[in-house]
């Protein structure tokens, strides 16, 4: 056990040395994107994103970093974090696919699926009901579906919006609506599992994830690390894929529409 509180205070180390690097990586990563200009509209815009987003992960991590010790302990204040964590997720979804009424559908996939998963879960005894546990697999699961909705909502609605003749003609032979945009758009929101795919498929190969290299540096086996990781890699493929297709359906009924503006 004294082993492994060493291998998890010496993998990065905190100090002076770890806050250079930090700061060095997001200048570099600001810096690729501004030569770049990775951007939809090919400014700098997307170079600025990347440091405010470095800047608020700092700031994000800190406060929860304080208070997280606190939450664990009191019942009341973990089920309002696990809804703080859900709310911020459907904001950024509903921000990122669309704007205007219609945003609010956002919050649909990734509640969905991540909702009954984590019941079901608790009810097996699977996913015991503290905060320790409980936080970080719900937000590994949030996370997941917030990927896949954003993911599929936008490669849909940009299908659609580029390919809106040959809907049209789907139309014109007697498909309903809802049909003509799942024809469009059903093979566009289907690369939202690519990425869940890909890290499954790689898993142990390419990456060892937070989760098995976690358990480890806590004592665990590395049996019981991969046991652990494994539960987590198919959740969030059972996740992404609920997700994914519930925002597909949402942009075939015309809950989520195409924003005036991509962001």
Wanted: charged residues 15%; proline residues 5%.
């Amino acid at each position: 056990m004294r082993e492994s509180t060493v291998a998890a205070a010496t993998l990065l180390p905190v100090g002076g040395t770890l806050a250079a690097a930090l700061v060095a990586l997001l200048v570099l990563a600001a810096a690729v994107v501004a030569v770049f200009r990775l951007a939809p509209d090919a400014s700098w815009r997307r170079a600025r994103d990347v440091v405010v987003a470095g800047l608020r992960a700092a700031v994000q991590l800190g406060a929860v970093s304080l208070v997280i010790g606190w939450v664990v302990r009191h019942g009341a204040a973990l089920l309002g974090f696990l809804l703080l964590m859900g709310t911020v997720a459907a904001f950024t979804a509903g921000r990122r696919v669309t704007r205007g009424a219609g945003r609010a559908w956002a919050a649909v996939p990734v509640a969905l699926p991540v909702a009954p998963v984590v019941g079901a879960l608790v009810l097996s005894g699977l996913l015991p009901v503290r905060g320790i546990a409980l936080i970080p697999v719900t937000g590994i699961l949030i996370g997941g579906a917030l990927t896949a909705t954003v993911l599929a909502g936008r490669r849909a609605l940009d299908e659609l919006t580029v390919r809106h003749g040959e809907m049209e003609a789907g139309l014109a032979v007697g498909l309903l609506p809802r049909e003509a945009r799942l024809e469009v758009a059903r093979p566009a929101a289907s690369e939202a599992l690519l990425p869940g795919l890909d890290q499954t498929r790689t898993v142990g190969l390419v990456t060892l994830p937070g989760a098995f290299v976690g358990m480890l540096l806590g004592g665990a086996s590395p049996v019981a690390a991969g046991a652990v990781q494994l539960f987590v890699l198919v959740a969030l493929l059972a996740v992404q894929a609920i997700a994914a297709g519930t925002t597909l359906e949402l942009v075939a009924r015309g809950r989520l529409r195409r924003a005036a503006a991509s962001g």
